[in-house]
């Protein structure tokens, strides 16, 4: 009977649909691995996760499969990697994780309980596995239950029934502000149950909306925490359990600091922007820089992301734009190393004016020309991306998607919005964190790179004279509480006037929130950091006449 196991783990940034690349990514990591048992790689590592209906391609899988073989091939000699991959046999399609050993695959285990909610939509492409037992691993009895499979008793159960002398999770669990707490919760719970020890490896990365944190970690059968992975990079650990009586216990090993909230949200943003702009194999990125506090946190988040060099702004003033805006938005890519660009958009919007003369004639002007405004910037930037390849970087924050404080084919241009799911008041509080501080990977300067005055003057479209933004909307602090309760908790207008909020104020936000789905449908994707993100996790109907009286 051997007294001691050792694991690799391999807290990894796969590309989705990359199965080449995946698979020398893992060949790597197992030579690099040294003499240990076990390499235990992430969930539907060999494809990317999640592949949503990519996988249901068969070729695709087939592909995967292959790969997955290769690798295993590439090793006869090795110690075992365990890694997941989708799995296609007698024509049934799951979540698997495959078990290989001298240079073949040993043994299958497949995801049971497919989550179907908020993200994720697993029940739509695979089928749930059987009930799992362990598997023998140079004679130690592994359970390897696939993310949400601890989530809730029965499999870790089934496993701990079965012989399982340890549990290790191959997990692709995205980022929320409270996850990494709700995980650790979840996994203390069936350490609990079963008396087992756990190691839970996450991936790392952005896959379009979604940011995965990594923050792998490994608890004792005593619930102690042993070891701890960092948060949003890539990390590789040896880990070794040794036998004690009839139990086997982690020893020591490293133990990263996780980051607080705003350096957590401001490194997910950063991560997410990367990894979208650098997957899709973009040079550069553009953005509408306005003197603005929208346009200003993307253009830092975009330069500690990808570097100054990187980054292009373009200023275009029109004859609302006041010189305050000028001046902070050229301090804004002083500070942070930008190409900086003054691009007036007057003859633009003067042709579109004489142009709309003859159509528009005995009406007053409105909304429509403040729209040409935005809609000749988005052109703008569109233009200068299809020009020189870089991707246009979208700015508006969660309140203005919320309510449609945004104009279609205009400032809604672009491929990509890092503050997609952050309210204004996230915004200010994340701009002031970051003048003080520059998280672990960021490229940008130190210091001050947002100025105060842009933090506290007050918010302005500038599309029209003296504009400001609580001209058409409540205070921000205000719509951000109303707005919190109506996305994220689902709450009754009755529920949200009992804490003492104006109930005309509420029920207009509503109706405002419900008549911008359109707009929201056809947005840039963005990084995802609350529960109830638009795109994936809340999704409602355009045409709905619902309003809760």
């Known amino acids: 009977m051997r007294d001691r196991f050792t694991i690799r783990l391999e807290q990894l ?25 076990l390499v235990l790689f992430t969930e539907l590592f060999i494809t990317g996760y999640p592949p949503e209906d990519l996988v249901t391609k068969r070729s695709f899988t087939e592909r995967a499969m292959a790969e997955v073989k290769r690798l295993a091939a590439a090793f006869p000699d090795g110690p075992a990697i365990a890694i997941g991959t989708p799995w296609l046999e007698d024509g049934v399609l799951t979540n698997a994780v495959a078990v290989l050993k001298g240079g073949k695959v040993v043994a299958t285990r497949h995801k049971v309980d497919l989550p179907n909610y908020d993200e994720f939509d697993e029940k739509r492409v695979f089928t749930p596995g059987p009930m799992p037992g362990p598997v023998d691993i140079d ?25 399982a002398e340890m549990l290790l999770v191959p997990n692709g669990s995205p980022y929320t502000r409270t996850k990494q707490d709700t995980r650790m919760q979840v996994a203390v719970a069936r350490v609990v149950e079963s008396g087992l020890p756990l190691v839970y490896l996450n991936q790392i990365g952005g896959q379009d909306e979604l940011i995965f944190d990594g ?6 059968a005593d619930r102690s925490l042993t070891a701890q992975l960092p948060a949003f990079k890539p990390a590789s650990a040896t880990v070794s359990f040794v036998r004690e009586g009839d139990g086997w216990v982690p020893e020591p090993g490293p133990m990263a600091q996780l980051p607080e909230l705003h350096e957590a949200e401001w490194t997910a943003a950063m991560l997410g922007l990367r990894d979208y702009v650098n997957k899709n194999r973009f040079p550069s990125v553009v953005i509408g820089l306005s003197g603005g506090i929208d346009s200003a946190i993307c253009a830092a988040l975009a330069v500690d992301a990808l570097g100054a060099e990187r980054v292009h702004c373009i200023m275009m003033p029109y004859r609302y734009t006041s010189n305050e805006s000028l001046s902070d938005a050229a301090d804004v890519a002083e500070r942070l190393g930008v190409r900086y660009d003054i691009v007036p958009i007057a003859p633009a919007v003067e042709g579109f004016s004489e142009q709309l003369a003859p159509v528009f004639n005995g009406r007053a002007p409105d909304v429509t020309e403040e729209n040409i405004q935005s809609r000749v910037r988005g052109t703008t930037l569109m233009a200068v991306s299809n020009k020189f390849g870089g991707m246009v970087v979208t700015t508006g924050n969660k309140s203005e998607v919320s309510v449609g404080y945004a104009t279609l084919y205009g400032d809604m241009n672009g491929g990509y919005n890092p503050i997609k799911d952050l309210y204004k ?23 001050v790179v947002i100025p105060e005055r842009i933090i506290d003057k007050p918010p302005t479209a500038e599309l029209r004279e003296n504009q400001k933004d609580e001209d058409s909307l409540p205070p921000y602090a205000t719509l951000d509480g109303i707005l919190r309760r109506l996305i994220e908790d689902q709450a009754s ?38 529960p109830k993100a638009f795109g994936r996790d809340r999704r409602y109907p355009i045409v709905n006449r619902f309003r809760d009286v």
């Open 139 to 163: 004679g130690v009895r592994v359970g390897l239950p696939v993310c949400e499979d601890i989530w809730t008793p029965d499999v870790v159960e089934c496993l701990a029934e079965t012989g």
């Open 215 to 220: 923050a792998s970690f490994v608890l004792a």
């Open 13 to 37: 940034n796969p590309t989705m649909g990359d199965l080449a690349g995946n698979r020398e990514m893992a060949e790597a990591a197992v030579r690099a691995a040294g003499d240990v048992d």
């Open 425 to 447: 008041t996230e915004v200010f509080a994340l701009c002031r964190w970051r003048n003080g501080a520059k998280p672990e990977g960021a490229l940008g300067p130190d210091g």
């Open 493 to 530: 207008v009755s529920d949200i006037v009992a804490e003492g909020f104006d109930e005309a104020t509420v029920r207009r936000v509503e109706h405002l929130l419900h008549i911008a789905e359109y707009k929201r449908r056809q947005a840039a994707p963005g990084v995802k950091f609350s």
